[in-house]
């Protein structure tokens, strides 16, 4: 997503310390400090900056977390009892590095996969390889349908007289990554949100979808669907780009029917928790920097990068500030999430309970993209001074090759925060990869490179450690 905050930002050439904005030029969307001879409120920081880089550059915690995260617990579905070992480990964890920790609990929905498959029935037999869509209801014993391929909502429409009694084959694709669009994944996942209701809205008895990834290896994707209250919820499923592509082949040469069965069960709410640990800020502590993950994941893989390595990450910037003895005036604050994945959840609860502290946390920083290269940092704030400061506090990070900021999503457990009116940002990585694993069963410690993920840990420090020690806050004049 771009956005025109850089026409606002671009022409201010003061330097903070004038009390007013840095000055930015870019003619790529990104945000870039001006290099001139005076002095800004960074250099102050050089020092501090550079033995945070070094030392998590050389340290391997983050890494040794994930290991034990994903290795010893493995994936963690809301109400599962992995979900639960994973935040008493995480909250045992940040207390051995001695911090300041507790947990807050937060009702979560309960979600169960059951027993699924799938094959080709006529014109051939062909088994397939599927996964349920997070939520789905079960198809009550085995459905036989002819199958209607759509690759748009124009061509759901156009047949909707075929639709009826029929499964749904959303056979969409998503585009290759690029480095001037990204991945697409926003552009594609609404099949998989929207696409079960507007199938059943024409009648449809269930939908499959080909995963949302770019390149496969017959590996499917699960993620969330959204029923609409007021339409019939009806099964679907997730199938391998190949199996999408060979039903729609088949389908271009005539009728095509598939065999599903689904086990899933809905229920009742759990019991789960946010955990939260601190390092105390020095002279204003009741003002907070946040860093945050999600502690959850879906109920395949091991959560490596989803997002096992976000939450390591943020456990990892605290622990190496603390161990450099680098305590800011304000407090930085941990906060692993439950139940993003499936209803965000812990986000809501935890903008609701700490409603009276937004008021007073300068900054929420999210890593929900992997635990690849970090390249620099997404903005969503309607404050051009804390774009500015944020794009200024990243050209420390030039070691690392992480200086870029733009305007962009920052992270679905940060989002309730904003109309508190906090700062909200995003950890951004070389995320090329990202959704050939994402929500699947290769999402595994095995695809995580440890410097890599230093280097987030590195970065993340970096922005938590100066917004929390600066004089003023990151978006006052």
Wanted: hydrophobic share 40%; aromatic share 4%; with cysteine.
């Amino acid at each position: 997503m771009k956005r025109a905050l850089l026409l606002v930002v671009a022409g201010c050439t003061a330097g903070y310390q004038s009390g007013s904005l840095p000055g930015w030029v870019s003619d790529t969307g990104s945000y870039t400090p001006r290099t001139s001879g005076k002095s800004s409120f960074i250099d102050a920081y050089r020092e501090s900056a550079g033995r945070i880089i070094t030392a998590a550059r050389a340290d391997r915690g983050a890494y040794q977390k994930l290991a034990h995260l994903t290795d010893r617990i493995g994936h963690r579905l809301s109400g599962s009892p992995e979900l639960e070992r994973a935040i008493a480990w995480a909250a045992q964890a940040m207390k051995d590095d001695g911090h300041d920790v507790r947990t807050e609990p937060v009702m979560v929905p309960h979600w169960v996969r059951g027993a699924e498959d799938a094959s080709v029935t006529a014109p051939v037999q062909r088994p397939l390889h599927i996964i349920g869509l997070g939520g789905t209801v079960p198809t009550k014993g085995t459905l036989t349908a002819p199958v209607v391929v759509a690759r748009s909502w124009e061509q759901l429409d156009q047949q909707a007289e075929r639709v009826r009694g029929a499964i749904v084959l959303y056979d969409v694709a998503m585009p290759a990554w690029t480095e001037e669009n990204g991945s697409g994944y926003g552009d594609v996942v609404q099949f998989r949100t929207r696409g079960p209701s507007r199938a059943a809205k024409l009648g449809a008895a269930a939908v499959l979808m080909r995963s949302v990834t770019a390149r496969s290896l017959r590996t499917p994707h699960t993620g969330a669907l959204t029923y609409e209250p007021a339409l019939p919820k009806i099964p679907a499923a997730a199938v391998t780009v190949e199996d999408s592509q060979l039903i729609a082949r088949l389908a271009e040469k005539g009728p095509v029917t598939v065999r599903l069965r689904l086990e899933s069960q809905n229920l009742p709410d759990a019991k789960s928790a946010n955990v939260i640990g601190e390092l105390r800020g020095r002279e204003l502590p009741d003002e907070i920097v946040v860093i945050g993950g999600h502690i959850d994941s879906w109920d395949v893989g091991q959560g490596a990068h989803d997002d096992g390595a976000g939450v390591v990450t943020m456990m990892q910037a605290l622990t190496t500030l603390r161990k450099l003895g680098l305590v800011p005036r304000r407090t930085v604050r941990v906060v692993l999430f439950t139940n993003e994945e499936n209803g965000t959840r812990g986000a809501k609860a935890y903008a609701e309970t700490h409603a009276g502290e937004l008021a007073k946390t300068v900054l929420a920083v999210e890593s929900d993209s992997g635990g690849f290269s970090p390249r620099g940092f997404s903005v969503e704030s309607k404050q051009e001074r804390a774009v500015a400061r944020i794009a200024d506090i990243a050209s420390l990070l030039a070691p690392i090759g992480a200086t870029r900021v733009r305007a962009g999503h920052s992270g679905a457990d940060v989002g309730p925060m904003e109309p508190g009116g906090v700062p909200l940002v995003g950890l951004e990585v070389d995320n090329r990869a990202y959704f050939d694993y994402h929500h699947s069963a290769a999402d595994t410690l095995d695809k995580v490179d440890p410097q890599q993920l230093a280097d987030d840990v590195a970065a993340v420090a970096v922005l938590a450690y100066v917004v929390a020690d600066l004089p003023g806050r990151i978006d006052a004049p």
